[in-house]
């Protein structure tokens, strides 16, 4: 892991963002996957259901959210009244992009009893086209909760889609779309890892396939695994199937505990675009805020709301295939 205490440039960005934070009256929100850096000085770093959560909360005017274009856009649906911005502006999201709203008005056309329950991992357009949202931590809860007299059409992640029917026991239209970082994690891999690492207990987050899924030991979304690997014993080794920023914190959380990446490939080019450069010029020059027009706005909103209501207090559930 990169040491930035005696990296002066960097010091003397993360001073200017602590000054200019306070003048904004700014909170900094950082997802799980970005870089050690980035997670380090955000006030809160979570996975995509806390970080709703938490930018639905927050009295700041201003939110910096270090992450991918639908998590900020997903901010500035709840939050109208501040501002919410995107460090990044090219930082997007492969597996968003693969359901347009287009798309699903077509697919609501073929299935029209179908509840759409849409992963957050989605434009704006395509939530406001949908019933209720989910993340990968309780994709499953709202997938049982749901009417079993009612089809179910996932969107657009099809490997969280199937791990979610899997474990609600429903049958579910699944779309066609994926995480390339985690569709590339192969069973391969995971026996190479076994091999490599003798005795690890191997996570992973339910974006992979499915089966590289049936060889976890335990899945769940990045908080999900950062509870789960709290409750082992000290001296216990991981795998871990997923986005590599996920082991920084790991690290830092339980120093007894060892954490070795599943594979090489598991790193999300978009997720690794910010530096400390772009959270500076992003307070300094107030960019770039993410704008959703009001008219989808509200009806992304009532999907989003719609998820938040239903899961209450239930944010990680240890969930284990096997
Ligand atoms: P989490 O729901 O665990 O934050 O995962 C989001 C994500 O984009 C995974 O690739």
């Known amino acids: 892991m990169k040491d930035i205490s005696n990296d002066a440039l960097a010091q003397e960005l993360l001073g200017q963002i602590a000054r200019l934070k306070k003048e904004r009256e700014a909170v900094i929100l950082a997802h799980n996957y970005q870089p050690p850096e980035i997670q380090d000085l955000a006030d809160f770093t979570g996975d995509s259901l806390e970080l709703s959560r938490m930018a639905a909360k927050t009295p700041a005017k201003v939110i910096v959210f270090c992450g991918v274009q639908f998590m900020g856009e997903t901010a500035a649906i709840l939050s109208p009244d501040k501002t919410v911005l995107l460090p990044v502006l090219e930082a997007g999201c492969t597996l968003a992009d693969y359901a347009t709203a287009e798309r699903l008005r077509e697919a609501k056309e073929k299935n029209p009893d179908a509840v759409v329950v849409t992963y957050v991992n989605s434009s704006a357009e395509v939530k406001a086209e949908s019933d209720i949202c989910c993340t ?31 474990m609600a026991q429903r049958e579910i239209i699944l779309w066609d779309g994926c995480c390339p970082t985690h569709a590339l994690l192969s069973t391969f891999a995971i026996a190479e890892a076994r091999k490599k690492w003798p005795g690890a207990q191997v996570i992973m987050h339910p974006e992979c396939k499915p089966e590289t899924l049936e060889l976890a030991d335990f899945i769940g979304s990045t908080s999900g695994m950062l509870s789960y690997v709290k409750t082992q014993p000290a001296g216990t080794s991981f795998i871990v199937g997923t986005e590599v920023g996920l082991l920084h914190r790991m690290q830092k959380e339980n120093p007894g505990k060892t954490f070795h990446v599943a594979s090489d490939y598991l790193i999300c080019p978009m997720m690794k675009m910010t530096t400390l450069k772009d959270v500076k010029d992003s307070l300094e020059k107030m960019r770039y805020a993410v704008k959703v027009e009001a008219s989808v706005r509200l009806r992304a909103k009532a999907a989003v709301d719609a998820m938040l209501q239903y899961t209450g207090t239930v944010v990680h559930k240890s969930q284990k295939m096997k």
């Open 136 to 166: 990968s931590a309780n994709a499953v809860q709202i997938v049982q909760a749901i009417d079993r007299n009612r089809p179910i059409l996932f969107v657009p992640d099809y490997n969280l889609g199937h791990y979610a029917a899997k």
